[in-house]
């Protein structure tokens, strides 16, 4: 994401979107790590950090967050759920990701 804006005279986003973004994945994390999950707790988490990367993907006219960081933070996602032994079968964050 940061290699992007180097260079560029107007990016649509800033390295505090970088940076914004980055902690929302840490935060999702934590909360994940923090105690126990059941399949619904862990869901419940995803949906707020999907939607969470929505809002700020939007308000960086949709450049945030492209293919190959989709893939990224969908692979984070699975290896912090399957870290707290939570498993879903497909892409969990497809029914509400709009990147």
Known sequence: MLDFIEGEDEADYTS????I?????LDFMSAIESEIQTQDSAKAHIKALVL???TL???CDDCLIDASQREDICEFIQKVTSAANIEFVGDVTEEWRVW
């Not at 505090?16 to 940076?19: H, L, P, S």
């Open 57 to 59: 993907n939007e308000s």
């Open 21 to 25: 973004c980055i902690t929302t994945l």
């Open 52 to 54: 969470s990367l929505n």
């Open 16 to 19: 505090e979107d970088v940076t």
